[in-house]
């Protein structure tokens, strides 16, 4: 935009002052008839209105001060002379009440031609030419407007104007409120064009808030606290050395155990298979089973049978001993992993003791940096989250529903303008506590962000920095071979409880043997029994 806001405001001004010379020019109308009281109610009146048209317009040479603002409104300000034309039409048309627009029938003509030339007019006119001497005369007297309508600002052609009543009271009420109303419009459109740019700023702070998230992953990079970490991977690693042979020692008993297990499985295996195909008529084996069954082992019996059934009963033995072993030692370190969830404070005891002063005042840095952080970005947050209050206050900066009618009918009724609610003042009271708002939201954003950036720069830095050290390297190895041993031993218990539960099935396909067969095993014994016998007593007779 080229021009300055001081031209846009001359601009503007420059409607507002041929306003008021038709209005002076009507006034000499009115006294070149004779009509002196007419004419000095109607000059004091067009003062009055005059006065309170510069101040219902101040708010927009207020804003027109502020870049942002600008910006925002439109170039052409010429558009208001077409306002002019409908405003004109309208009130011709619906104020005048329907008594009135049958006497005015036969001067609708003239009224048009008035509108036609009287805006010709204004867009000839400039600032310079017009408005300083017309805000001098009546500034000076409300009663004397004579020096202004003698002056060069009343031309012929205004005198050749026909007007649309010879009523002044009508033509009065139909231009009078005109110039407030006009105001009123403009600075309408001014304050939305203010809105707009704030709700800009607003929208801007969101899309820098989120940039800033994306940039450094916040929240995420901040829910893990850098000395938790430190502290637990330390615990981890002085598991290594813990008596009893610690981690090593611990790792080497629970690997020990899946040979053994898979051996005792491979054993009991054979023995199923063995149960199966030996089910004949076997007198060796079901003489061997029975006796293994009362207790009373018998030296005929298979003896590979009763080599497998020994080892059997070693590998439970031994496998059981070994299980025993490893879950008594994996009790006895599990106070030491049950220190990984204690407090910080107690994990910065632990540390103290056992790191260097140097290492523990990093950190403490870090953490203190973390915590600083989490701090600024719940600010941040709760900043955002006023925003949306913020943006509700400009709902109060607005005019009032049908504000052109309202300010008609209290004309109507009171001879002047007086409407608190449309006063530039009340406008501007609350576009500049809005606008305060704002700007108090937005720096709030920018000195979180500030110090966001200042302490975030040190914190990754220190991050990366003390990944990169060594022991960092021993801790993650640390942390890596304790949920390797942790999960030894839940395979080490897992495949006792599978041991179990096949012994128990073997127990009771025993048990179901002996109880169907039992008649037919006491006859084998039996016949065992008499073969001994018999045999013993051929020996003694040869």
Known sequence: ??????DMTQEVLTVFSDVMIAQANECNFLRLRNDEPEYRRIANHINKLYKKCLD??????????DEDVVKSVPEDWYRVIKTKQNYYNILSVTYLGDEKQKRKKDNKESSGLLVSKFTRSLSSRRWSETFQTVYETETNSESQPSPVLASDIVTKEMFQIPLPSSDPGDIFEMLVPFPVLEALNIANSTRTAIINSEFAKLKNADTILESEMIQHNFPHSLELSVFQLIC??????????????????????????????EERFKTLAEIEEMLRKEES???????GYANILSREPSEKLNSGFREKVDKLRLS????????????????????DFQTLNMSNNELLVYIQSNFEAKEIGIIEEIENLRKDLIRIWDELIVNKQQRGDVIKMWDLVCLPPNFVLTLTKWYRTQGEINHNEVTSKTLR???DSARICVNQNLDEQRNLLSQLRIKSEPYFSQIIKYRQHSVISSLQGACK???????????????HSEFEKLCTEELQLVNDFCLARSDEINQIISENEQWVSVTHDIESQD
């Open 1 to 6: 935009m080229n021009q300055s806001s001081g």
């Open 56 to 65: 219902s317009f101040s708010i927009i040479s207020s804003c027109l001060q």
């Open 232 to 261: 637990e991977t330390l615990l981890k690693e002085s598991v290594k050395i813990q008596q009893y042979g610690g981690v090593d020692s611990l790792r080497h008993k629970i690997h020990s155990l899946k040979p053994m297990a």
């Open 281 to 287: 008529n076997d007198i060796a084996f079901r003489t």
């Open 316 to 335: 439970v033995q031994l496998v059981s001993e070994k299980d025993y072993d490893v879950i008594a030692l994996f009790k006895q370190h599990e106070a």
């Open 429 to 431: 009271d609350k576009v």
């Open 481 to 495: 071979l304790f949920l390797s041993i942790r999960k030894d031993v839940e395979k080490s218990l897992h495949w």
